[in-house]
Protein backbone atom coordinates (compact mmCIF):
# COMPACT_ATOMS: atom_id res chain seq x y z
CA UNK A 1 0.00 0.00 0.00
CA UNK A 2 1.48 3.17 -0.73
CA UNK A 3 0.44 6.54 1.33
CA UNK A 4 1.35 10.53 0.11
CA UNK A 5 4.66 9.60 2.11
CA UNK A 6 5.76 6.64 0.38
CA UNK A 7 5.57 2.72 1.29
CA UNK A 8 3.46 1.67 4.25
CA UNK A 9 3.45 -2.38 4.42
CA UNK A 10 2.26 -5.35 6.31
CA UNK A 11 3.50 -8.39 7.71
CA UNK A 12 1.45 -11.54 9.02
CA UNK A 13 4.84 -13.71 10.93
CA UNK A 14 8.15 -13.20 12.13
CA UNK A 15 9.68 -14.72 8.69
CA UNK A 16 7.23 -12.34 7.08
CA UNK A 17 8.74 -9.39 8.73
CA UNK A 18 12.40 -10.69 8.09
CA UNK A 19 12.26 -11.22 4.44
CA UNK A 20 10.65 -7.83 3.87
CA UNK A 21 13.30 -6.29 6.16
CA UNK A 22 16.10 -7.73 4.41
CA UNK A 23 14.80 -6.29 1.08
CA UNK A 24 16.94 -3.28 1.68
CA UNK A 25 15.88 -1.30 -0.97
CA UNK A 26 12.62 -0.56 0.12
CA UNK A 27 14.00 0.67 3.38
CA UNK A 28 11.14 -0.15 5.20
CA UNK A 29 11.00 1.06 9.11
CA UNK A 30 9.35 -1.40 11.52
CA UNK A 31 6.61 0.28 13.82
CA UNK A 32 3.91 -0.81 16.00
CA UNK A 33 2.59 1.72 18.57
CA UNK A 34 4.74 4.31 17.09
CA UNK A 35 4.38 6.68 19.72
CA UNK A 36 8.37 7.40 19.95
CA UNK A 37 7.99 7.71 15.99
CA UNK A 38 5.34 10.82 16.17
CA UNK A 39 7.65 12.72 17.99
CA UNK A 40 10.16 12.89 15.55
CA UNK A 41 9.14 16.32 14.07
CA UNK A 42 9.81 17.43 17.95
CA UNK A 43 12.88 16.26 17.84
CA UNK A 44 13.80 17.54 14.19
CA UNK A 45 14.32 14.84 13.24
CA UNK A 46 14.16 13.41 9.41
CA UNK A 47 10.80 11.43 9.51
CA UNK A 48 11.08 7.90 7.60
CA UNK A 49 9.17 7.25 4.35
CA UNK A 50 8.75 3.19 4.05
CA UNK A 51 7.24 1.85 6.80
CA UNK A 52 6.53 -1.78 7.79
CA UNK A 53 3.57 -2.90 10.58
CA UNK A 54 3.96 -5.31 13.05
CA UNK A 55 0.61 -5.44 14.51
CA UNK A 56 -0.69 -8.17 12.72
CA UNK A 57 2.09 -10.54 14.10
CA UNK A 58 0.24 -13.06 16.63
CA UNK A 59 3.48 -14.58 17.89
CA UNK A 60 4.86 -10.96 18.74
CA UNK A 61 1.90 -9.84 21.13
CA UNK A 62 1.21 -10.65 24.76
CA UNK A 63 2.91 -11.67 28.03
CA UNK A 64 2.64 -15.12 28.93
CA UNK A 65 3.61 -16.13 32.57
CA UNK A 66 4.65 -19.85 33.48
CA UNK A 67 6.71 -21.80 36.92
CA UNK A 68 10.18 -21.20 34.76
CA UNK A 69 9.72 -17.47 33.07
CA UNK A 70 7.46 -14.59 31.88
CA UNK A 71 7.68 -14.42 28.24
CA UNK A 72 7.02 -10.44 27.23
CA UNK A 73 5.81 -10.55 23.27
CA UNK A 74 7.65 -7.23 21.57
CA UNK A 75 4.56 -5.77 20.81
CA UNK A 76 2.93 -5.87 24.66
CA UNK A 77 2.16 -3.03 25.40
CA UNK A 78 3.15 -0.86 28.63
CA UNK A 79 -0.40 -0.98 29.68
CA UNK A 80 -0.20 -4.41 29.54
CA UNK A 81 3.03 -5.07 31.48
CA UNK A 82 0.72 -3.20 34.27
CA UNK A 83 -2.10 -5.18 34.69
CA UNK A 84 -0.61 -8.78 34.15
CA UNK A 85 2.36 -8.68 36.44
CA UNK A 86 0.39 -6.41 39.27
CA UNK A 87 0.92 -8.44 41.93
CA UNK A 88 3.99 -10.47 40.91
CA UNK A 89 5.90 -9.77 43.89
CA UNK A 90 9.19 -10.48 41.48
CA UNK A 91 7.82 -8.66 38.86
CA UNK A 92 6.73 -5.40 40.59
CA UNK A 93 9.63 -3.08 39.65
CA UNK A 94 8.36 -4.07 36.04
CA UNK A 95 4.67 -3.81 36.51
CA UNK A 96 5.23 -0.34 38.11
CA UNK A 97 7.60 0.72 35.33
CA UNK A 98 4.72 0.11 32.78
CA UNK A 99 2.25 1.69 34.64
CA UNK A 100 3.67 5.43 35.37
CA UNK A 101 5.51 5.24 32.43
CA UNK A 102 4.62 8.47 30.13
CA UNK A 103 0.73 9.08 30.08
CA UNK A 104 -2.03 7.05 30.27
CA UNK A 105 -2.96 7.45 26.30
CA UNK A 106 0.78 7.02 25.07
CA UNK A 107 0.77 4.05 27.89
CA UNK A 108 -2.06 2.12 25.92
CA UNK A 109 -0.04 2.30 22.26
CA UNK A 110 3.73 1.99 23.47
CA UNK A 111 5.38 -1.18 23.64
CA UNK A 112 8.05 -3.10 24.84
CA UNK A 113 10.05 -3.48 21.99
CA UNK A 114 9.43 0.13 20.97
CA UNK A 115 11.16 0.86 24.28
CA UNK A 116 14.21 -1.51 23.58
CA UNK A 117 14.68 -0.71 20.22
CA UNK A 118 14.75 3.37 20.14
CA UNK A 119 18.48 4.55 20.16
CA UNK A 120 16.71 7.81 21.01
CA UNK A 121 15.36 7.37 23.75
CA UNK A 122 17.25 7.97 26.96
CA UNK A 123 14.18 7.98 29.58
CA UNK A 124 12.29 4.33 28.60
CA UNK A 125 11.26 3.43 31.64
CA UNK A 126 10.81 -0.24 30.86
CA UNK A 127 14.22 -1.01 29.66
CA UNK A 128 15.93 -0.44 33.48
CA UNK A 129 13.29 -2.79 35.09
CA UNK A 130 14.14 -5.20 32.39
CA UNK A 131 17.56 -4.90 32.70
CA UNK A 132 17.33 -5.67 37.05
CA UNK A 133 15.14 -8.98 35.66
CA UNK A 134 17.85 -10.24 33.65
CA UNK A 135 16.08 -10.12 30.32
CA UNK A 136 17.37 -12.00 27.61
CA UNK A 137 15.58 -10.86 23.88
CA UNK A 138 14.76 -13.35 21.24
CA UNK A 139 15.75 -11.61 18.15
CA UNK A 140 15.81 -12.43 14.32
CA UNK A 141 17.69 -11.24 11.23
CA UNK A 142 18.70 -12.55 7.71
CA UNK A 143 20.89 -14.96 9.52
CA UNK A 144 17.83 -16.70 11.34
CA UNK A 145 16.93 -16.68 14.84
CA UNK A 146 18.94 -15.99 18.39
CA UNK A 147 19.41 -14.78 21.84
CA UNK A 148 20.71 -12.14 23.50
CA UNK A 149 21.34 -10.18 26.83
CA UNK A 150 19.29 -7.11 26.85
CA UNK A 151 22.46 -5.74 28.48
CA UNK A 152 24.13 -7.26 25.52
CA UNK A 153 22.11 -5.89 23.19
CA UNK A 154 21.72 -2.28 24.74
CA UNK A 155 25.62 -1.86 24.75
CA UNK A 156 25.76 -2.36 21.00
CA UNK A 157 22.43 -1.23 20.33
CA UNK A 158 23.66 1.45 17.93
CA UNK A 159 25.77 -1.04 16.16
CA UNK A 160 22.82 -3.80 15.61
CA UNK A 161 22.70 -5.19 11.52
CA UNK A 162 20.69 -3.77 9.82
CA UNK A 163 16.76 -5.74 9.77
CA UNK A 164 17.44 -7.29 12.88
CA UNK A 165 13.88 -7.64 14.91
CA UNK A 166 13.13 -7.97 18.37
CA UNK A 167 10.90 -10.84 18.76
CA UNK A 168 10.42 -11.02 22.99
CA UNK A 169 12.05 -10.90 25.83
CA UNK A 170 12.28 -13.88 28.38
CA UNK A 171 12.47 -13.06 32.57
CA UNK A 172 13.63 -16.25 34.49
CA UNK A 173 11.57 -16.59 37.47
CA UNK A 174 13.29 -16.63 41.00
CA UNK A 175 12.55 -15.79 44.51
CA UNK A 176 13.17 -11.91 43.69
CA UNK A 177 11.51 -8.37 44.56
CA UNK A 178 11.85 -5.63 42.88
CA UNK A 179 11.04 -1.95 42.83
CA UNK A 180 11.07 0.82 40.32
CA UNK A 181 12.00 4.58 41.07
CA UNK A 182 11.46 7.45 38.55
CA UNK A 183 11.83 11.27 38.47
CA UNK A 184 9.91 13.58 36.66
CA UNK A 185 9.78 17.19 36.31
CA UNK A 186 7.06 19.87 34.67
CA UNK A 187 10.47 20.72 32.05
CA UNK A 188 10.47 16.91 31.12
CA UNK A 189 6.37 16.28 30.63
CA UNK A 190 5.90 13.01 31.59
CA UNK A 191 9.24 11.36 30.89
CA UNK A 192 11.96 10.72 33.71
CA UNK A 193 15.03 12.62 34.53
CA UNK A 194 16.47 9.20 36.10
CA UNK A 195 15.42 6.14 36.84
CA UNK A 196 16.39 3.19 38.88
CA UNK A 197 14.96 -0.22 38.82
CA UNK A 198 15.93 -2.48 41.68
CA UNK A 199 15.61 -6.32 41.87
CA UNK A 200 16.94 -8.81 44.40
CA UNK A 201 16.80 -11.73 46.77
CA UNK A 202 17.32 -12.20 50.24
CA UNK A 203 19.33 -14.99 51.48
CA UNK A 204 18.82 -16.95 55.00
CA UNK A 205 20.03 -14.24 57.12
CA UNK A 206 17.56 -11.58 55.46
CA UNK A 207 20.77 -10.09 53.76
CA UNK A 208 20.67 -8.55 50.27
CA UNK A 209 21.99 -11.48 47.06
CA UNK A 210 21.82 -11.35 43.93
CA UNK A 211 21.17 -7.92 43.37
CA UNK A 212 20.61 -6.06 40.21
CA UNK A 213 20.38 -2.36 40.08
CA UNK A 214 19.62 -0.59 36.89
CA UNK A 215 19.70 3.49 35.92
CA UNK A 216 17.90 4.64 33.21
CA UNK A 217 17.68 8.70 31.69
CA UNK A 218 20.95 9.63 33.52
CA UNK A 219 23.18 8.82 30.46
CA UNK A 220 22.27 8.04 27.04
CA UNK A 221 21.26 4.42 27.51
CA UNK A 222 19.92 2.60 30.72
CA UNK A 223 22.92 0.26 32.20
CA UNK A 224 23.15 -1.56 35.34
CA UNK A 225 25.21 -0.31 38.62
CA UNK A 226 27.51 -2.52 39.54
CA UNK A 227 29.42 -0.75 41.41
CA UNK A 228 26.63 -0.15 44.00
CA UNK A 229 25.14 -3.83 43.67
CA UNK A 230 28.57 -5.05 44.76
CA UNK A 231 28.62 -2.81 47.68
CA UNK A 232 25.39 -4.03 48.83
CA UNK A 233 25.33 -7.39 48.55
CA UNK A 234 25.32 -9.51 51.71
CA UNK A 235 23.88 -6.26 53.40
CA UNK A 236 20.85 -5.60 55.37
CA UNK A 237 17.77 -4.35 52.96
CA UNK A 238 18.22 -0.77 54.42
CA UNK A 239 16.98 2.25 52.65
CA UNK A 240 19.59 4.45 54.97
CA UNK A 241 22.55 2.49 53.89
CA UNK A 242 21.57 2.37 50.46
CA UNK A 243 21.41 5.34 50.06
CA UNK A 244 24.69 6.41 51.62
CA UNK A 245 26.39 4.07 49.25
CA UNK A 246 24.93 5.54 46.57
CA UNK A 247 26.29 8.45 46.79
CA UNK A 248 29.80 7.28 47.11
CA UNK A 249 29.91 5.34 43.79
CA UNK A 250 28.09 8.01 41.47
CA UNK A 251 31.50 9.03 39.93
CA UNK A 252 30.37 5.89 37.96
CA UNK A 253 27.79 7.81 35.64
CA UNK A 254 28.59 10.81 33.30
CA UNK A 255 24.89 12.32 33.00
CA UNK A 256 23.38 13.88 30.22
CA UNK A 257 22.85 17.36 29.26
CA UNK A 258 19.47 18.11 27.91
CA UNK A 259 16.75 20.58 27.98
CA UNK A 260 15.14 19.00 30.79
CA UNK A 261 17.76 18.60 33.00
CA UNK A 262 21.59 18.77 33.32
CA UNK A 263 23.68 15.61 33.14
CA UNK A 264 25.15 16.54 36.88
CA UNK A 265 21.24 17.20 38.53
CA UNK A 266 20.58 13.32 36.98
CA UNK A 267 23.70 12.04 38.70
CA UNK A 268 23.17 14.06 41.77
CA UNK A 269 19.17 12.79 42.23
CA UNK A 270 20.01 9.11 42.17
CA UNK A 271 20.83 8.15 46.08
CA UNK A 272 17.35 9.57 46.94
CA UNK A 273 15.78 7.45 44.10
CA UNK A 274 17.83 4.72 45.63
CA UNK A 275 16.37 5.31 48.83
CA UNK A 276 13.08 5.25 47.43
CA UNK A 277 13.36 1.78 45.61
CA UNK A 278 14.94 0.33 48.55
CA UNK A 279 12.05 1.76 50.91
CA UNK A 280 9.78 -0.01 48.48
CA UNK A 281 11.66 -3.76 48.71
CA UNK A 282 11.72 -3.53 52.42
CA UNK A 283 7.58 -2.67 52.62
CA UNK A 284 7.45 -5.60 50.39
CA UNK A 285 9.25 -7.77 52.59
CA UNK A 286 7.38 -6.64 55.45
CA UNK A 287 3.83 -8.03 53.54
CA UNK A 288 5.22 -10.99 53.00
CA UNK A 289 6.34 -11.73 56.34
CA UNK A 290 3.04 -10.96 57.29
Known amino acids: ?22 DRARGLVPIAGATWLIRAPLRKEAVP ?5 L ?11 TDDAVTIGALA ?15 QGLAAAGGTSANPGVRRLATVGGNICATGFAAADVVPALLAQDAKLEIISAEGRSAIA ?7 RTARPDGELVIKAVLPRTQAISAHARLTMRAAGDYPVAIVSVCGTLDDLGKLAALRIAVGSV ?20 PDLAETTARAHLGEFTGRDAVDAKGSYRVRVLPHLVR ?9 RERNAT
Open 77 to 91: THQELADTLAGDGQF
Open 276 to 284: LAFADLRAQ
Open 219 to 238: ESAARRWTALEQALTGQDLS
Open 1 to 22: MISESGEICFADSIDDAAAMLA
Open 49 to 53: QNYLS
Open 55 to 65: TRIAEMKGITC
Open 150 to 156: LETYLST
